[in-house]
């Protein structure tokens, strides 16, 4: 069964610091992956999805990054901003499967 | 609708009772799945809908739970004889199709405690 682990499970930095979020899986026989941002109470919002074929997308001040063959994914935040505070959950659809699997995320807050 | 809708946002019920949720998803959106997420847990898929399709039921936790989708849009998630453990926020979700590798669409979900 596909899992997804997604470390830190938390992580801190001060306004305007670059980071990266990581996400990895067990199985690389994936469709496509997803990133989500989740905040206190509210459902799940789409950043950005990567199909099996891509090696990145981007939007704005994000990029995704996927290595299919070394079960990985990573999203860059540049210049963090305390809006950008939230849990952050990616989640893999696997080829011929109707599910996402997803990881249990990483709860980012940025200090002012 | 504009994003994907969910009713109720919040609801209290007794051990033993049944509660019924409701997911109306984005116009023209042939899929429609159901997760639960329950406190400081990752997401857990229940439920999924494709079209005029057999929905795929293989992440209903027991026969306590059950889910239509009438007109191929408005979806409801039934749970019978509540229990303590089904306390979660229920989370609909919609995407034109699934087997295109759209982008999933996620509404506010519904918080459900069973007291």
Redesign the interface.
């Given at each position: 069964k596909q899992e997804?682990t997604q470390i830190p499970a938390a992580l801190s930095v001060p306004e305007g610091e670059n980071l990266v979020l990581n996400c990895s899986f067990t199985d690389s026989a994936i469709?496509?992956l997803?990133w989500?941002r989740q905040d206190p109470g509210?459902?799940?919002?789409?950043l950005l999805?990567i199909?099996s074929s891509q090696r990145e997308q981007t939007s704005g001040r994000l990029n995704a990054s996927l290595d299919k063959s070394s079960g990985r994914s990573t999203l860059y935040i540049a210049a963090s901003q305390p809006g950008d505070s939230a849990t952050y959950?990616c989640?893999v659809?696997e080829t011929g499967a109707?599910?996402?699997?997803?990881?249990?995320?990483t709860r980012l807050t940025v200090i002012p | 609708g504009a994003g994907v809708s969910q009713s109720p946002s919040n609801k209290v019920t007794e051990k033993g009772k049944d509660v019924e949720l409701r997911c109306d998803p984005i116009s023209g959106h042939t899929a429609l799945y159901w997760y639960r997420q329950s406190l400081g847990q990752g997401l857990e898929f229940l439920i999924y809908f494709q079209g005029n399709s057999a929905p795929d039921k293989s992440g209903l936790p027991s026969d306590r739970f059950s889910a239509e989708r009438t007109g191929g849009s408005v979806s409801t998630l039934t749970i019978q004889r509540t229990q303590q453990e089904d306390s979660a926020v229920y989370l609909c979700a919609s995407s034109l199709s699934a087997t295109s590798g759209n982008t999933i669409y996620f509404g506010e979900g519904s918080w459900l405690t069973v007291v």
């Open positions: 997804v469709y496509n997803q989500f509210k459902g799940l919002t789409s999805l199909q959950l989640a659809k109707n599910n996402l699997f997803f990881g249990t995320g | -």
